[in-house]
């Protein structure tokens, strides 16, 4: 658990410590928002870079307090909710991490390249956040019932088999989405294609996975 907690601590701070590392050479002038045709909107300072991964850190300790909750009635020989609930952390801050390196990677672009350098951000967070979906889905089936983390709906907490049951189905329902949602960005979708596409995914694999708890409920019943 120890390395767990270190790897999170480390992914909580090192975007503002890159950041404060790229701010000497980024251009004074950098993108700050890109419209659905993946055009910049809007320029800013560079020292807005400095907004997102000060978000980043607190986000981190949001997702260690909910570590927390979600683990205070656990042993330290049991701690599985404890685990899985880092581990999740790790995922999302590790999402939050490539949005950061992005955005500086881009601004950084600018004052190398004589035009204006594109990347297509909807593509590259959409396959980054399947990574965490594939993550997520792995973990669920490993937590214990709580009121913080997993799938938790009211028929899937009604008892223990109802919430193992309800878990397995929708982690292996997560890891099938984010599969389908990096291939698709890798392969076919772009810009905001990309956005709407991912999107239809995760709110379908949601709901066929919230459907399931009602379905095992009723089953068990």
């Not at 004074?28 to 320029?43: A, F, L």
């Not at 204006?116 to 089936?141: H, T």
């Amino acid at each position: 658990m120890k390395r767990m907690y270190r790897l999170f601590y480390i992914l909580m701070f090192l975007p503002l410590i890159i950041a404060l590392i790229m701010l000497p050479i980024l251009p004074n002038n950098i993108p700050m928002h890109y419209n659905s045709q993946n055009e910049i909107d809007r320029w800013g300072s560079k020292y807005e870079s400095l907004i997102l991964p000060l978000i980043i850190i607190g986000i981190g300790f949001f997702l260690r307090a909910m570590g927390k909750l979600s683990s205070k009635n656990e042993t330290n020989e049991n701690n599985s909710n404890e685990k899985a609930s880092i581990t999740m952390g790790i995922a999302t801050l590790l999402l939050f991490n490539f949005m950061t390196y992005i955005f500086l990677y881009t601004g950084y672009m600018q004052s190398v390249v004589d035009v204006e350098y594109k990347l297509d951000f909807n593509r590259a967070i959409f396959s980054i956040m399947g990574i965490v979906l594939i993550i997520i889905g792995n973990i669920m089936p490993k937590c214990k019932m709580n009121s913080i983390i997993g799938l938790r709906t009211t028929w899937s907490m009604k008892n223990e088999r109802t919430w193992f049951l309800s878990q397995r189905f929708g982690g292996l329902v997560f890891i099938i989405a984010g599969l389908v949602i990096i291939l698709g960005n890798i392969l076919i979708f772009k810009g905001i294609d990309s956005l709407i596409f991912s999107l239809a995914i995760l709110i379908f694999s949601t709901l066929i996975s919230v459907i399931y708890t009602y379905y095992i409920y009723k089953k068990s019943y």
